[in-house]
């Protein structure tokens, strides 16, 4: 038997049963000789590999988010959207212009300079689901056997758009990765938010918007990439803030319904909620414009907040509480709430608390005295519920 001296030698005897075969095309990007395809997640697994001196730590955060991404289409069919997946191929393999396909033996391996994460979340999920299916396997559980396997089998059959680069080398891989995760910026709040239409506040905020006639009065700014366009008294993320502030008595970052599993019914009900919250605000407060304290963002979200408290006591959105408490605005003096500076100089979460429990206060003290209506059904005991 003749001695092999090199991996070459060794790759060569292989078999051609052994090769993994990529189909694609051959071109040449800003001077490098790549290669562009999409496979499907199954044949991905079996040929990348994680250079830990070009890539960074795996971040859990992000994998986790990833991996509820994922979960959308597994469990739901919803669409999930990924950029593609960068590989190098550091000299192996070897591309047949002929049949248009690059060819890799079993044991060579491309390496990721782009989505790392990416991959690491869809194999997590293999595992686990791998993990679930031998689990349900040993109890027999063949109905459970059968949903895990289909879960996997879309897993698997995944189509991932791929680029590899055949010819660079480790240093151009890191200026790479670099270049890629360092340069483009990434889209502001208000745009960022307005494109993703999945949640369920943000799918209000957007039907709100555009459905409401009262919306017409109150002008949402549905398109700036940041903050909100000089013609505007809300941004699109202010809007979400409101209506979190007014269903949940929350921040947004604490908002605990704003999930991707809702009915329609959920969206009619809220909507018609919102809708009567921002008639009742244009009812009791001044015209809407810039410069009047009472619609300037912090306010606008403390009053949710404030409201959410007195609409809910008994359990469900009672819109005659809602109507009563909003009579005690008239009678708000929005200037005493912050004292000198504070509506500049204070962190915004301080400013919104601040605005909160001074409404909050005045309210409490002085409702019996500045509300009094022989017409209202909240004073003469009735509790209807809005649901």
């Given at each position: 038997?003749?001695?092999?001296?090199?991996?070459?030698?060794?790759?060569?005897?292989?078999?051609?049963?052994?090769?993994?075969?990529?189909?694609?095309?051959?071109?040449?990007?800003f001077g490098q000789t790549t290669l562009s395809t999409t496979l499907p997640m199954s044949k991905l697994f079996a040929i990348y590999e994680v250079d830990l001196e070009v890539q960074r730590a795996i971040v859990p955060q992000n994998l986790s988010k990833m991996m509820d991404y994922i979960m959308l289409y597994l469990d739901h069919g919803q669409g999930i959207y990924f950029p593609g997946i960068i590989l190098s191929a550091r000299g192996a393999g070897e591309y047949d212009n002929s049949a248009k396909v690059y060819r890799l033996q079993a044991i060579e391996k491309l390496y990721v300079v782009d989505g790392q994460h990416r991959l690491a979340?869809?194999?997590?999920?293999?595992?686990?689901?791998?993990?679930?299916?031998?689990?349900?396997?040993?109890?027999?559980?063949?109905?459970?056997?059968?949903?895990?396997?289909?879960?996997?089998?879309?897993?698997?059959?995944?189509?991932?758009?791929?680029?590899?680069?055949?010819?660079?080398?480790?240093?151009?891989?890191?200026?790479?990765?670099?270049?890629?995760?360092?340069?483009?910026?990434?889209?502001?709040?208000?745009?960022?938010?307005?494109?993703?239409?999945?949640?369920?506040?943000?799918?209000?905020?957007?039907?709100?918007?555009?459905?409401?006639?009262?919306?017409?009065?109150?002008?949402?700014?549905?398109?700036?990439?940041?903050?909100?366009?000089?013609?505007?008294?809300?941004?699109?993320?202010?809007?979400?803030?409101?209506?979190?502030?007014?269903?949940?008595?929350?921040?947004?970052?604490?908002?605990?319904?704003?999930?991707?599993?809702?009915?329609?019914?959920?969206?009619?009900?809220?909507?018609?909620?919102?809708?009567?919250?921002?008639?009742?605000?244009?009812?009791?407060?001044?015209?809407?414009?810039?410069?009047?304290?009472?619609?300037?963002?912090?306010?606008?979200?403390?009053?949710?907040?404030?409201?959410?408290?007195?609409?809910?006591?008994?359990?469900?959105?009672?819109?005659?509480?809602?109507?009563?408490?909003?009579?005690?605005?008239?009678?708000?003096?929005?200037?005493?709430?912050?004292?000198?500076?504070?509506?500049?100089?204070?962190?915004?979460?301080?400013?919104?608390?601040?605005?909160?429990?001074?409404?909050?206060?005045?309210?409490?003290?002085?409702?019996?005295?500045?509300?009094?209506?022989?017409?209202?059904?909240?004073?003469?005991?009735?509790?209807?519920?809005?649901?």
């Open positions: 038997m003749d001695q092999i001296s090199s991996l070459s030698e060794l790759l060569a005897e292989q078999k051609a049963s052994s090769y993994i075969e990529i189909p694609g095309v051959k071109s040449r990007t979340a869809f194999r997590r999920l293999m595992e686990t689901l791998q993990s679930a299916m031998a689990r349900a396997k040993d109890r027999r559980e063949y109905d459970r056997m059968e949903e895990i396997s289909a879960k996997l089998s879309k897993l698997y059959s995944f189509p991932m758009s791929t680029m590899i680069y055949l010819d660079i080398n480790a240093r151009q891989e890191r200026q790479l990765f670099s270049d890629i995760n360092k340069l483009p910026r990434k889209i502001g709040g208000n745009l960022a938010v307005l494109r993703e239409q999945r949640r369920f506040y943000h799918v209000l905020a957007s039907r709100l918007a555009e459905e409401a006639p009262v919306m017409k009065r109150i002008p949402v700014d549905m398109f700036t990439e940041r903050g909100k366009g000089p013609e505007y008294l809300f941004s699109y993320h202010l809007l979400i803030e409101v209506l979190i502030g007014l269903f949940e008595g929350r921040l947004k970052s604490a908002a605990r319904n704003n999930g991707y599993y809702f009915e329609e019914k959920e969206i009619e009900e809220h909507l018609k909620l919102a809708s009567l919250y921002f008639e009742s605000l244009l009812k009791y407060l001044p015209e809407p414009e810039k410069g009047e304290l009472c619609w300037s963002e912090n306010l606008q979200i403390a009053l949710a907040m404030f409201f959410h408290d007195e609409v809910t006591k008994t359990g469900t959105f009672n819109k005659y509480a809602l109507d009563h408490a909003l009579k005690i605005l008239p009678h708000i003096d929005w200037n005493a709430i912050y004292t000198g500076d504070e509506k500049d100089r204070l962190p915004r979460r301080s400013r919104i608390m601040k605005a909160y429990q001074f409404v909050r206060d005045f309210y409490d003290e002085h409702h019996l005295f500045l509300i009094r209506s022989d017409n209202d059904p909240y004073e003469s005991g009735s509790e209807e519920d809005a649901s």
